[in-house]
């Protein structure tokens, strides 16, 4: 796991939960292990707890004065031992984050646009294939009706041909 994400999410206000969870389901459905299930929750939860700990700083800075130097230094100690703690239960986790995302992390940008982006392209991918293959299915209808008023007998034998091979697939499957 990059330690570049939690860093990054705090700056930006933190991930929602949802996106955490979300990061766990997928990445738990790779895995496919009790383990790795395990590893996640625990990781998600000492991101959880960081971001607690870094709000609790938040509130702590913006408010200082001397009486609270030694809340300040014991919550700083909390944050370190929560990034300690998170680093080395990431180390137990296999996720990999595409650059973009991280990039659209630290650019400040919600990460689902890059699902958004990733689902509008497949969608795009898969239009112009579909296309390509009703052209390719039209322009068989064609020549088959071509090549049957010119060549009547072969036209026959090739259906055939086909009909018992789809037949053998159709078994064999």
Do not use: W
């Amino acid at each position: 796991m990059e330690p570049s994400p939690p860093h990054s999410a705090a700056g930006n206000g933190g991930l929602s939960g949802a996106s955490l969870a979300a990061a766990a389901s997928s990445a738990s459905l790779e895995s496919g292990g009790d383990d790795a299930k395990q590893n996640l929750a625990q990781v998600t939860e000492s991101i959880q707890k960081s971001l607690g700990v870094l709000h609790q700083l938040y509130l702590t800075v913006s408010s200082y004065n001397v009486s609270s130097q030694l809340p300040l230094l014991q919550r700083l100690n909390v944050l370190v031992t929560e990034l300690d703690t998170m680093q080395k239960l990431a180390d137990n986790c296999k996720i990999q984050v595409p650059m973009e995302v991280l990039n659209l992390i630290d650019d400040g940008k919600n990460p689902d646009e890059f699902t958004r982006d990733v689902i509008n392209s497949c969608i795009a991918k898969n239009q112009i294939t579909k296309g390509k293959t009703d052209a390719f299915k039209s322009l068989r209808k064609y020549l088959l009706e071509d090549l049957e008023l010119a060549f009547p007998d072969e036209v026959e034998a090739y259906r055939e041909i086909r009909v018992t091979s789809a037949a053998e697939s159709k078994r064999l499957a």
